[in-house]
């Protein structure tokens, strides 16, 4: 399984950003996928995550009500749709992929993508 992420970029505080994440190979609605950021300095942290098989979506307290987590399993596809970004969202995000039914919320995933910049200026 190989992950691709995309979307990252320069945008304003209050700005969006749409991030994506492609998984090629044998993914199936069995699997869970996640983003995950990393700011200079500090260590990678949760920021939300995806059951394949219903949809359902979990997010980190600081991205709720900002951040909507979609997938489309035809595609294998999952997108992080950031709105009312703030310079603290300002990292390096990372896609990944396990094979399980729960919501992993560290970073004991099997499978990541290279990572995308996202810079909110102030």
């Known amino acids: 399984v190989q992950l691709q992420a995309c979307g990252g970029g320069l945008v304003q505080a209050g700005g969006s950003l749409r991030l994506s994440c492609a998984a090629s190979?044998?993914?199936?609605?069995?699997?869970?996928m996640a983003w995950f950021r990393q700011a200079p300095g500090k260590e990678r942290e949760y920021v939300a995550a995806?059951?394949?098989?219903?949809?359902?979506?979990d997010y980190t307290d600081s991205v709720k009500e900002r951040f909507v987590l979609s997938r489309d399993n035809a595609k294998n596809t999952v997108a992080l749709q950031m709105n009312s970004l703030k310079p603290e969202d300002t990292a390096v995000y990372y896609c990944?992929?396990?094979?399980?039914?729960?919501?992993?919320?560290?970073?004991?995933?099997?499978?990541w993508g290279q990572g995308t910049q996202v810079t909110v200026s102030s």
């Open positions: 990944a992929a396990d094979r399980t039914v729960g919501i992993i919320t560290t970073t004991a995933y099997d499978y």
């Open positions: 190979g044998r993914i199936f609605n069995d699997w869970t």
């Open positions: 995806i059951r394949l098989s219903t949809g359902s979506a």
